[in-house]
């Protein structure tokens, strides 16, 4: 509910993990409701369990699924608007059709349950092709990479968080500041929110501060939060306390917490 709502974060000013909050402008997502974040991490973690092969029309099969099984708002406007039309409700019609020149946040939005993947280098190819279908573009391609790679390097690896901007130098591009402090307004490019979202992570130990922190970033604060909450439950370093209202208040319908529970129970067991 905090997206670029200013006047919201300043009515709740000191306690904005009190409770979800209805958004000003997406009237059709009720307080506790997720927007395209989670459902395209939901796409991408079947297109992960399906156990076929990891390629553009598998990824593009699993995200029109996930939208037309349960349509909602919050998408960018193109490109919900593009998932609407029927003509690109097929893999073919949508490959077709799709201009995957964008280099904004939606392929890191995603990306980071790839980080459950063992391998690093597929981490890295998975993480890639995903972001191609739709941001074939270096920042679109470099922050999704690195969204993937924040949680696999807590996942898989026993070094510590004050490396992970090193790492991420060495196998994402070392043509950007990782070490860095992210400071003010995220915008909608990629590389913005994982940058906001790695300050995030680095500089905060628990997992109520770093969420605090990504609000307080104002302007695209879900998809830094949808990134850094991913990588920092990975994190021995960061103490896992979130309320439990905010667990409790997340939408439970079909595909809801409980269907997330069960996927990533499913990913856990997966090798």
């Not at 000013?13 to 059709?28: E, F, N, S």
């Not at 099984?69 to 799709?98: C, K, S």
């Not at 949680?151 to 500041?177: C, G, I, K």
Request: negative net charge; charged residues 25%; proline residues 3%.
């Amino acid at each position: 509910g905090y997206e670029y709502n200013n006047k919201a974060m300043d009515e709740y000013a000191g306690r904005w993990l009190h409770g979800y909050i209805q958004h000003g402008k997406h009237t059709g997502i009720k307080p506790g409701m997720y927007t395209d974040d989670t459902q395209m991490s939901i796409a991408i973690a079947e297109a992960m369990l399906s156990g076929e092969k990891w390629s553009p029309e598998l990824i593009v099969k699993h995200f029109i699924a996930a939208f037309l099984r349960d349509p909602r708002d919050g998408y960018a406007r193109g490109f919900q608007a593009f998932l609407e039309t029927e003509e690109n409700q097929t893999v073919d019609g949508f490959l077709r059709n799709i201009r995957p020149d964008s280099d904004k946040s939606g392929a890191a939005m995603r990306a980071g349950v790839i980080g459950y993947e063992p391998n690093m280098g597929r981490v890295i190819d998975m993480a890639t092709t995903q972001a191609e279908v739709t941001h074939r573009t270096k920042g679109g391609v470099w922050s999704a990479q690195a969204a993937a790679l924040m949680v696999w390097f807590f996942r898989h690896t026993v070094e510590p968080r004050a490396n992970l901007p090193m790492f991420l130098a060495s196998r994402v591009t070392d043509q950007y500041p990782w070490n860095a402090l992210w400071h003010g307004k995220v915008g909608v490019k990629g590389m913005e929110c994982v940058h906001a979202a790695l300050t995030a992570v680095m500089y905060n130990n628990r997992m109520s501060e770093v969420l605090t922190r990504c609000i307080g970033y104002r302007g695209d604060v879900d998809t830094v939060a949808a990134i850094a909450m991913g990588a920092a439950s990975q994190c021995n370093e960061i103490e896992q306390d979130l309320p439990k209202h905010l667990i409790d208040g997340l939408e439970n319908g079909d595909y809801g917490r409980d269907y997330i529970i069960g996927l990533d129970k499913m990913l856990e067991e997966t090798k």
